[in-house]
Antibody, heavy 115, light 108 residues
Framework: EVQLVESGGGLVQPGGSLRLSCAASGFTFSRYWMTWVRQAPGKGLEWVANIKQDGSEKYYVDSVKGRFTISRDNAKNSLYLQMNSLRAEDTAVYYC????????WGQGTTVTVSS | DIQMTQSPSTLSASVGDRVTITCRASQSISSWLAWYQQKPGKAPKLLIYKASSLESGVPSRFSGSGSGTEFTLTISSLQPDDFATYYCQQYNSYSRLTFGGGTKVEIK
């Protein structure tokens, strides 16, 4: 069974940092581009970042460029999102997903940025 | 950047109704369009990929059509389990993924 499980969310003060993790199982993780998507409370889905199979290409939505870093460890079947200089507007449920070639989503992890 | 404009934003319908949701891309995305259903507190669920291919396990009352810049999702006979929010998503490029604003299907 294909499974993506996120962790690492929580409450953080503005300007703080968090590292989200996503553990993949049930498929060959290294074969797929991976994606982070977020959803602010009561809002729609917003793409955050993509990473190529070998990590050599990374893309970000403009609002997180320079603050967030997507990475992966294929040996550990894991995807990460390092989030620095967090702002209130980064408050959202963050989903780890595979949408290119195979569709799979995690259950989401909640990030709340508030003082 | 490709923008996705989804309409309507809210739709009131009754069980048994035929429902159509539209998504427009700001430039051609060929058939690289997916439709998702999302219920409160849950992750999105894939319904349609490549504009018109039905995901395995999804009821046949869901169908998708279109190519280029105009796409539609149709529910042929709305069922109680279908009241949810629907999103289109373009995946034409690895450098950017874009979602439509969503359509909330409510009970009339």
């Amino acid at each position: 069974e294909v499974q993506l499980v996120e962790s690492g969310g929580g409450l953080v003060q503005p300007g703080g940092s968090l590292r989200l993790s996503c553990a993949a199982s049930g498929f060959t993780f290294s074969r797929y581009w991976m994606t982070w998507v977020r959803q602010a409370p009561g809002k729609g889905l917003e793409w955050v970042a993509n990473i190529k199979q070998d990590g050599s290409e990374k893309y970000y939505v403009d609002s997180v460029k320079g603050r967030f870093t997507i990475s992966r460890d294929n040996a550990k079947n894991s995807l990460y999102l390092q989030m620095n200089s967090l702002r209130a507007e980064d408050t959202a449920v963050y989903y780890c997903a595979s949408v290119y070639g195979m569709d799979a989503w995690g259950q989401g992890t909640t990030v709340t940025v508030s003082s | 950047d490709i923008q996705m404009t989804q309409s309507p934003s809210t739709l009131s319908a009754s069980v048994g109704d035929r429902v159509t949701i539209t998504c427009r891309a700001s430039q051609s995305i060929s058939s690289w369009l997916a439709w998702y259903q999302q219920k409160p507190g849950k992750a999105p669920k894939l319904l349609i990929y490549k504009a018109s291919s039905l995901e395995s396990g999804v009821p046949s009352r869901f169908s998708g059509s279109g190519s280029g810049t105009e796409f539609t999702l149709t529910i042929s006979s709305l069922q109680p389990d279908d009241f949810a929010t629907y999103y289109c998503q373009q995946y034409n490029s690895y450098s950017r993924l874009t979602f439509g604003g969503g359509t909330k299907v409510e009970i009339k």
